[in-house]
């Protein structure tokens, strides 16, 4: 049986914070929001939507399980009708699953777009194993370009990265199909190729319309909806990314991280790898382990343990001996 979620309705565009009451009103929820932020998000949208929705916001600045279990119990149907993430992908993705524990609907408001997690029905928590959670997706998403176009360019970046690496991730769906017989949607795949080949094709034109990259965001999420888990969007390169901030003291951003493990993997499966490297440096993301800030040791360390990370067949098969992480890594002018 296919168990397909997606967002209700979604708003793209200038000001779109502005329409946060009209949005709530026409998805028909009720009732006092628990919106959430953090320190920085809340002068940046939180404000607005505070005042839109007449409600305060509150700030959080972990996503610890304890945490989140201490909002959920917060929201009951008497004190709260529904949440709302203001922010990065920490505090949505704390948001998604205080609505889901609290079984509340959920109201997406991303102020920059620089992962995948903004439509999408999964949260990633970082913690010493990272953990991914499938949720429900958000019944609502309100993406403010105006506010979203501010963030900083690395963000941007970021953004563009992880939706180009869809492309590999795809490519280990695929492999994971033919080898291991697992589901493989060919709509999903589709839609999560199409958003990689869009931000590639647009790439120059992004840091001024990020409307472009927004969409293409939340169709991956939609793809990510779609397929019934993160397949579409997150192979090998997200494991090698996960392995990065677990070893890493200052790991890079996810999107960032994702891109180069994206080169990698491209590399190992004999795909196009240098199309994924030149449309990451016309985005402006890094293409090798200097540019992520990381030593090349440390990047070689996550190509060889990135496929004991989580449970999923990719082309890092039983995991990559050292010889041949520092030989694609080499090859691919991701490590000197
Ligand atoms: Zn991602």
């Given at each position: 049986?296919?168990?397909?979620?997606?967002?209700?309705?979604?708003?793209?565009?200038?000001?779109?914070?502005?329409?946060?009451?009209?949005?709530?009103?026409?998805?028909?929820?009720?009732?006092?929001?628990?919106?959430?932020?953090?320190?920085?998000?809340?002068?940046?949208?939180?404000?607005?939507?505070?005042?839109?929705?007449?409600?305060?916001?509150?700030?959080?600045?972990?996503?610890?399980?304890?945490?989140?279990?201490?909002?959920?119990?917060?929201?009951?149907?008497?004190?709260?009708?529904?949440?709302?993430?203001?922010?990065?992908?920490?505090?949505?993705?704390?948001?998604?699953?205080?609505?889901?524990?609290?079984?509340?609907?959920?109201?997406?408001?991303?102020?920059?777009?620089?992962?995948?997690?903004?439509?999408?029905?999964?949260?990633?928590?970082?913690?010493?194993?990272?953990?991914?959670?499938?949720?429900?997706?958000?019944?609502?998403?309100?993406?403010?370009?105006?506010?979203?176009?501010?963030?900083?360019?690395?963000?941007?970046?970021?953004?563009?990265?992880?939706?180009i690496?869809?492309f590999?991730?795809?490519?280990?769906?695929?492999?994971?199909?033919?080898?291991?017989?697992?589901?493989?949607?060919?709509?999903?795949?589709?839609?999560?190729?199409?958003?990689?080949?869009?931000?590639i094709?647009?790439?120059?034109?992004?840091?001024?319309?990020?409307?472009?990259?927004?969409?293409?965001?939340?169709?991956?999420?939609?793809?990510?909806?779609?397929?019934?888990?993160?397949?579409?969007?997150?192979?090998?390169?997200?494991?090698?990314?996960?392995?990065?901030?677990?070893?890493?003291?200052?790991?890079?951003?996810?999107?960032?991280?994702?891109?180069?493990?994206?080169i990698?993997?491209a590399?190992?499966?004999?795909a196009d790898w240098l199309k994924i490297k030149n449309a990451?440096?016309?985005?402006?993301?890094?293409?090798?382990?200097?540019?992520?800030?990381?030593?090349?040791?440390?990047?070689?360390?996550?190509?060889?343990?990135?496929?004991?990370?989580?449970?999923?067949?990719?082309?890092?098969?039983?995991?990559?001996?050292?010889?041949?992480?520092?030989?694609?890594?080499?090859?691919?002018?991701?490590?000197?």
């Amino acid at each position: 049986m296919k168990d397909i979620e997606l967002p209700r309705k979604v708003l793209v565009g200038e000001n779109a914070l502005y329409e946060a009451d009209e949005l709530v009103f026409e998805l028909g929820l009720r009732g006092k929001p628990l919106i959430l932020c953090d320190d920085n998000t809340r002068g940046i949208a939180g404000d607005i939507v505070s005042q839109q929705l007449d409600c305060e916001a509150e700030v959080t600045e972990t996503s610890s399980e304890k945490e989140i279990k201490d909002y959920a119990s917060q929201v009951t149907e008497e004190n709260r009708g529904y949440v709302v993430g203001v922010g990065g992908g920490r505090v949505i993705d704390t948001g998604k699953l205080v609505a889901f524990e609290s079984k509340t609907p959920f109201i997406s408001v991303p102020t920059s777009a620089s992962h995948d997690g903004i439509a999408s029905p999964q949260v990633s928590i970082k913690q010493e194993k990272p953990l991914s959670l499938r949720v429900h997706c958000p019944l609502g998403v309100l993406g403010d370009t105006k506010i979203i176009g501010k963030a900083p360019e690395k963000l941007l970046s970021a953004g563009c990265a992880d939706a180009i690496s869809n492309f590999t991730a795809v490519l280990d769906w695929e492999l994971a199909h033919q080898k291991r017989g697992e589901y493989f949607g060919d709509y999903a795949a589709a839609l999560s190729r199409l958003s990689a080949e869009i931000v590639i094709q647009k790439a120059e034109k992004i840091s001024g319309d990020v409307s472009i990259l927004v969409e293409a965001l939340i169709s991956s999420g939609v793809a990510i909806g779609i397929a019934g888990s993160s397949r579409p969007c997150s192979g090998a390169e997200h494991m090698f990314s996960h392995t990065l901030d677990l070893i890493c003291e200052k790991p890079a951003l996810h999107g960032h991280q994702c891109g180069v493990g994206s080169i990698l993997t491209a590399c190992l499966h004999n795909a196009d790898w240098l199309k994924i490297k030149n449309a990451l440096e016309n985005c402006g993301a890094p293409t090798c382990a200097g540019e992520l800030g990381i030593a090349d040791e440390t990047v070689i360390e996550a190509l060889v343990r990135a496929h004991d990370i989580r449970n999923r067949h990719t082309i890092l098969g039983d995991g990559l001996t050292e010889d041949e992480a520092w030989g694609v890594a080499r090859k691919t002018g991701v490590v000197e």
